[in-house]
């Protein structure tokens, strides 16, 4: 079975309605008690490294990679997959 991410947001989203976000861990904890009737669970984790914006990729990356734009926020949120040989 295939993970759709999509289906946990309504969940996470629900888990975190009406609580002012003060900070990080506060949050986390909040995404971690998101579960549904078929027993889906979510693993938080904080990544604390510092992403710059406006990097540029090297051409190889671009040639080996299919960058795939999410359904609900294609400008926030996508994946690089990696092309077989």
Same mark, same amino acid.
């Given at each position: 079975?295939?993970?759709?991410?999509?289906?946990?947001?309504? =969940?996470?989203? &629900?888990?975190?309605?009406?609580?002012?976000? #003060?900070?990080?861990?506060? @949050?986390? /904890?909040?995404?971690?008690?998101?579960?549904?009737?078929?027993?889906?669970?979510?693993?938080?984790?904080?990544?604390?490294?510092?992403? =710059?914006?406006? &990097?540029?990729?090297?051409?190889?990356?671009? #040639?080996?990679?299919q960058? @795939?734009? /999410?359904?609900?926020?294609?400008?926030?949120?996508?994946?690089?997959?990696?092309?077989?040989?």
């Amino acid at each position: 079975m295939k993970f759709d991410r999509t289906l946990t947001v309504p =969940h996470v989203t &629900r888990a975190c309605q009406g609580v002012i976000f #003060e900070s990080v861990d506060l @949050v986390k /904890d909040l995404m971690a008690t998101a579960t549904t009737t078929t027993g889906l669970k979510v693993f938080t984790t904080i990544l604390d490294k510092t992403y =710059h914006t406006g &990097r540029k990729v090297v051409q190889q990356f671009k #040639e080996t990679m299919q960058i @795939v734009f /999410d359904r609900v926020l294609p400008q926030s949120n996508y994946t690089a997959v990696p092309q077989s040989s």
